[in-house]
């Protein structure tokens, strides 16, 4: 069992910054477990949850469309901590933003948080 707990939500103007952080309760990235990987979902009111940046056990990023160039997902050297840096804040990214796990590859087993709301005001 993983515990997945975010912090750092709040209020922010439009072409603000935020930094999220998500802290598991056990090592993601340990060397053996290349297939691990953990991510940062968003659903906005009223809409279905997307995935905003994922990051895998050998550090590959990847990240919506809509955020690639703004966002910045990394991992810490705790192997267990993941961050996203969130630049040039729009108001259409308000959202609850949620945390991801998913240990193993053929057979795996997903982990979700509880999620930290993020509201950009125009």
């Known amino acids: 069992q993983v515990q997945l707990v975010e912090s750092g939500g709040g209020l922010v103007q439009v072409g603000g910054s935020l930094n999220l952080s998500c802290a598991a309760s056990?090592?993601?990235?340990?060397?053996?477990?290349?297939?691990?990987?953990m991510a940062w979902y968003r659903q906005a009111p009223g809409e279905r949850r997307e995935l905003a940046a994922e990051i895998t056990s050998d550090g590959t990023t990847s990240y919506a469309d809509s955020v690639k160039g703004r966002f910045t997902i990394a991992r810490d050297s705790t192997l267990n901590t993941i961050h996203l840096q969130m630049n040039s804040l729009k108001p259409e990214d308000t959202a609850a933003y949620y945390c991801?796990?998913?240990?193993?590859?053929?057979?795996?087993?997903?982990?979700w948080g509880k999620g930290t709301l993020v509201t950009v005001s125009s």
């Open positions: 056990r090592d993601i990235f340990r060397s053996s477990a290349v297939s691990n990987r």
């Open positions: 991801y796990a998913r240990l193993g590859r053929d057979v795996y087993t997903e982990y």
